[in-house]
Antibody
Framework: QLQLQESGPGLVKPSETLSLTCTFS??????????WGWIRQSPGKGLEWIGS???????VYNPSLKSRVTISADTSKNQLSLKVNSVTAGDTAIYYC????????????WGQGTLVTVSS | DIQMTQSPSSVSASVGDRVTITCRAS??????LIWYQQKSGQAPNLLIY???SLHSGVPSRFSGSGYGTNFTLTINSLQPEDFATYFC?????????FGQGTRLEI
């Protein structure tokens, strides 16, 4: 059974880089059958798709975030990472990683989420 | 971007009731419509994909319908565990987008 867990700093200062990790169990990030995604949720913006990743390097980003976001994989640790540069208070949200079905577009399962607050 | 609009934003119901939630896309998305349930403090859970296909393990009292721009999620015979927030998501084109949510309250 696939399980995911996000981790990273809960507090990031404005203009700095937000870095999160998603660790998988029950599956391999290197599997060609798997796609992965990052989604965030905030009271002001609701659920917002950040981007989706496949081990082959086929990565798609939300254009609204593309210039500041990088999604990559650490295969030795079976982890997915998310980096968001130049953060502002608007990046304060709960960040989720999830398995993504490329063919049907759904996300499931999701990690439990991690709250990131951007504040000085 | 495709805008997803849910209605109502909140609804009150009782155990045993039937509830219908609507999701409208700003342009046609075929059947690339997904429904999630989110309980307080938890991540969303997949309920329905491809507009009407029930995800494994989801009770049959949940059903979805629609095509193009108008979609509905129906919950028959509400159970106490169904009181939660429901979101729709379109997967027809990037960027993937979500509705703002419908809160189902007792």
């Amino acid at each position: 059974q696939l399980q995911l867990q996000e981790s990273g700093p809960g507090l990031v200062k404005p203009s700095e880089t937000l870095s999160l990790t998603c660790t998988f169990s029950g599956g391999s990030i290197r599997s060609t059958d798997y796609n992965w995604g990052w989604i965030r949720q905030s009271p002001g913006k609701g659920l917002e798709w950040i981007g989706s990743f496949h081990y082959s390097g086929d990565t798609v980003y939300n254009p609204s975030l593309k210039s500041r976001v990088t999604i990559s994989a650490d295969t030795s640790k079976n982890q997915l990472s998310l980096k968001v540069n130049s953060v502002t208070a608007g990046d304060t949200a709960i960040y989720y990683c999830a398995y993504w079905s490329r063919s049907s577009g759904w996300f499931d399962p999701w990690g439990q989420g991690t709250l990131v607050t951007v504040s000085s | 971007d495709i805008q997803m609009t849910q209605s109502p934003s909140s609804v009150s119901a009782s155990v045993g009731d039937r509830v219908t939630i609507t999701c409208r896309a700003s342009q046609g998305i075929g059947d690339f419509l997904i429904w999630y349930q989110q309980k307080s403090g938890q991540a969303p859970n997949l309920l329905i994909y491809s507009a009407s296909s029930l995800h494994s393990g989801v009770p049959s009292r949940f059903s979805g319908s629609g095509y193009g721009t108008n979609f509905t999620l129906t919950i028959n015979s509400l159970q106490p565990e169904d009181f939660a927030t429901y979101f729709c998501q379109q997967a027809n084109s990037f960027p993937l987008t979500f509705g703002q949510g419908t809160r189902l309250e007792i």
